[in-house]
């Protein structure tokens, strides 16, 4: 019996030396549980035939129970690595045949498919073609294809306008035209209501003859006034034949009439009258001739009420103009001599408050304080001084051209007697043409003593459709996405889905009006351009997450996981997978973090849980075991050779 009591101690403790060698073998196996062997002592025993002193037969091997306890989480550099934190197990699907694992070593396959290194497919949740998750199990598969554009159809604005702001006044002083004599050697002074520094304009001379005062022309006189800011000024000279030239004149004297135009006292400009037979023959010679700020028309009458035809010539530069005409033989000065008037036009903004000269009775001045402004309350989206807040924000059209939309708010006088109500204007412009109506009539925005929007065009809920809106391409054509739809009066908010037109909604019912500054707190919308994949996501509760360059994300799918009432009794079947047995039970698969399943960590795995250093302490102990056995049988036979050996 010494023989089989060491003998099956021989194969215990052999079987203990594999178990920890497989053990020390996969330390660094990821998803690797080790394993322990459990003995149990043997006797010989039958039905009522147990003595009181019996000796054990040796020993047997009771179990390899594994230990799925948790292992370390290393961190990796692939993104599709994970490691399970608590309870669960990654269902794989081997063509056909379910495994459970949990090294978390994932990739893709050439079909998009996740797998593990013997690929194995990984199952999942899937989801939609929006990312919508779904409750259907399925191998996870990638897409990589490009991500649709989509159009904007909503657009929600949350902002706060200042009810501190006042009500905007384009205040202008329009001028008659000013005499040049009235500006020559001028110096004027400009002061201005909103802080900006005086400015002054030297005194007007001719650059070419600084020395004498009265040399200046309109046109200098326009040139040093226009530097001042918030004051516009032209020139013009204009000269009226007064007497002597008429049709029946000019076509008498045809071939001897001479008409001679200068400009500054140059020499007189060229002109082409061979043909001429009628002061409209004479307008269009003028008109042809290669300086292009003069130009001539034939007038009825001027403002002595003169009804004969006359002949207007005009130099839009503001230069002296001199003009003479008659029929004198060649050689001698033409009898009838006119000289252009000049005038200086001149325009002030709302910033200038007073001008002042040197001599204190400048007629320009008298004429600025006696003039009274022109209000109006215009709105130009090119002059911030028209509106009073504005923010832009980028809008998508169906094929994923992005467009920039822009958002005015003008103050308006308060309706009614102004208590307990304030009014806004709103504007719409796209590309820099305005939408929405805008460009006839703004829309209404209506708030109440306390800030809050009222309405805006009367409707409470602040919802602005937009219904005429043209795609174009930088060159202002159509650019072939969606128009305006054929029925605008059909279209609902909010926009059902999929769209088919250009019309989208703007939502400002969050819209406060505080006596804070202006400020966008948030702006969002529901359009994008194409993308391309850039990268994947995996979060902790299991969620693919695909990264495109438009700066989209999308749902793909949901690792699944599954657990057991009795993990051990799962078979292992090599590569750190098991399968389920009717020991183990049928798995309880839900999504990760739910119930009692645990969580997933992205770019991570999950390390043996090997303990290397027990697992060498366990060695030795097999080994002296292995020896202590071996002792027995040798002793039993040393014992068995002296019995063979009596005589």
Known sequence: MAFNTGLSGL?????????????????????????????????????????????????????????????????????????????????????????????GQFGIDKEGFVVNNQNMRVQGYTADDDGNLSGIRGDLQIETDNLAPRRTTNLQTDLNLDSRESVLERRIRDFDPIALADLQDASFTFSYSDGTSDYTVPPIRDPQDPSDPTSASASDAAIAINAAPGVTATARTTAVMDAG???????????????????????????????????????????????????ASVVDHDDDATTAPRLRVIHSGGEPLDIAWGSEPIGTPPSNTQQGVSEVFVTTDRNVEQVTTESGNNAFEVA????????????????????????????FDSLGNSHELTQFFVKEPSPGNGVGQSQWSIYLQIDGELVGGTDQTPYTALFDQDGQ???????????????????????????????????????????????????????????????????????????????????????????????????????????????????????????????????????????????????????????????????????????????????????????????????
């Not at 203990?16 to 497989?22: K, P, R, S």
């Not at 699907?93 to 949990?102: A, D, F, Q």
């Not at 076509?251 to 140059?266: L, N, P």
């Not at 002059?383 to 923010?391: C, E, F, P």
């Open 368 to 395: 600025f304080n006696a003039t009274p402004f022109t209000v109006t309350n215009e709105f130009n989206p090119i002059d911030q001084r028209t509106y009073n807040h504005a923010t832009s924000t980028t809008i």
């Open 245 to 295: 030239l008429t049709d029946g004149f000019v076509s008498g004297a045809a071939g001897s009439f001479r008409f001679e135009i200068s400009v500054d006292g140059s020499a007189p400009i060229p002109l082409n009258l061979d043909a001429a037979a009628s002061l409209e023959d004479v307008a269009a010679a003028i008109n042809d001739t290669s300086d292009n700020a003069i130009s």
């Open 453 to 647: 929007l009222e309405s805006i065009n009367g409707d409470p809920n602040g919802e602005l459709i937009i219904t005429d809106w043209v795609p174009k391409d930088p060159s202002g054509e159509p650019n072939g996405a969606d128009g305006p739809p054929a029925n605008p009066g059909d279209v609902v908010s909010p926009i059902p889905e999929p769209a088919t037109s250009s019309a989208f909604v703007v939502n400002l019912a969050n819209t406060t009006q505080y006596g804070a500054a202006f400020g966008v707190n948030d702006q969002q919308q529901n359009g994008y351009t194409t993308g391309r994949l850039s990268g994947l996501d995996v979060s902790d509760q299991g969620v693919i997450f695909a990264r495109y360059t438009n700066g989209q994300s999308k749902s793909l799918g949901q690792v699944a996981l599954a657990a057991f009432n009795n993990t051990d009794g799962l078979s292992p079947v090599g590569d750190s997978t098991w399968v389920e047995t009717f020991e183990s039970g049928q798995p309880v698969i839900g999504a990760p973090d739910t119930g009692t399943l645990g969580s997933i960590k992205a770019s991570s795995v999950e390390d043996s849980n090997v303990d290397l250093s027990a697992e060498l302490v366990n060695l030795i102990i097999a080994q002296r075991n292995y020896q202590a056995n071996a002792k027995t049988i040798e002793t039993s036979d040393a014992v068995t050779q002296t019995i063979i050996n009596l005589r």
């Open 11 to 103: 194969r215990a403790a052999s079987v203990d030396l594999d178990v920890t060698g497989n053990n020390i073998a996969n330390a660094s196996t990821v998803g690797f549980k080790s394993s322990k062997v459990q003995f149990g002592d043997l006797y010989a025993s039958g039905f009522l035939s147990a003595g009181t002193n019996p000796i054990g037969d040796g020993v047997r091997v009771q179990d390899v129970k594994q230990s799925f306890g948790q292992g370390n989480i290393s961190f990796t550099d692939n993104g599709l690595d994970m490691a399970i934190s608590g309870d669960g197990f990654f269902i794989l699907n081997n063509g056909g045949e379910i495994r459970y694992s949990r090294a």
